[in-house]
């Protein structure tokens, strides 16, 4: 009886560590990037957008983006979508309801300047904007994208045709448990391991002696 106890032990030790390990949450992204492309679908530059402690640190970098010289108005637009056209992509993403010019999408109208052979930087960190949970997450049900403009900014946002459109996508690094975090998630789970083999191995041994109780009292 010990023998067959031992053994159920075992079992559900083993069990109870496969849970714990399937059970690992998906973490909420910490970056992100959208592959910025033109409307002839040439990939024109790149969005990298990582959460930091003043807020959601956006960089683009555009290379041969065929426009004009100088200003150019770039948003974060309400869908995260492209296609069929860049007007797939809605307005400028606008969480809490602002103003026109006011809008978290609106990053504050700031340009981005480029250059004669359509290449130039761009950094924003955006206090209204994140990657995590929460009302102005980029990644709501329809997600969010990334416009470059052929005009600067006006007062309210207004920049213009639509000349590069990127999907924010989350990193795909974040989204799983790094190998770094899974012992500590063991690590975790062992301390309750014990206990919940006992409580269920106890529990199949009552279930299993339950019959030949009956059995000897009838
Ligand atoms: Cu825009």
């Given at each position: ?11 559900l030790a083993?069990i ?8 690992v949450q998906a ?40 426009t ?5 108005g770039?948003?974060?637009?309400e869908?995260?979508s ?18 026109a ?12 300047d ?11 960190t ?7 949970a ?25 920049a ?9 996508v989350?990193?795909s690094?974040?989204?799983v ?11 975790d789970?062992s ?5 919940l ?10 279930v299993?002696?339950?019959?030949r109780?009956?059995?000897?009292a009838?």
């Amino acid at each position: 009886m010990k023998f067959l106890l031992t053994i159920q032990l075992c079992l559900l030790a083993i069990i109870v560590a496969g849970l714990n390990v399937a059970d690992v949450q998906a973490q909420e992204p910490t970056e992100a990037t959208a592959e910025l492309a033109d409307v002839d679908g040439n990939v024109v530059g790149q969005a990298t957008l990582v959460s930091g402690a003043e807020g959601l640190q956006i960089q683009v970098e555009l290379t041969g983006l065929n426009t004009t010289e100088g200003e150019h108005g770039i948003h974060v637009h309400e869908v995260g979508s492209c296609t069929p056209d860049f007007t797939a992509a809605g307005g400028h993403y606008n969480p809490f309801g602002a103003e026109a010019g006011q809008a978290a999408g609106d990053m504050n109208l700031q340009n981005m300047d480029l250059a004669a052979d359509g290449s130039g930087s761009f950094e924003f960190t955006s206090d209204a904007l994140t990657l995590g949970a929460g009302e102005a997450t980029l990644f709501d049900d329809d997600g969010s994208a990334i416009v470059v403009h052929a005009e600067p900014n006006d007062e309210v946002g207004g920049a213009g045709a639509r000349l590069a459109c990127g999907i924010i996508v989350a990193s795909s690094a974040d989204m799983v448990e790094s190998p770094a975090a899974l012992p500590q998630t063991g690590g975790d789970s062992s301390s309750s391991l014990p206990l919940l083999a006992i409580i269920m191995g106890s529990l199949m041994l009552l279930v299993g002696g339950l019959p030949r109780l009956v059995h000897k009292a009838s």
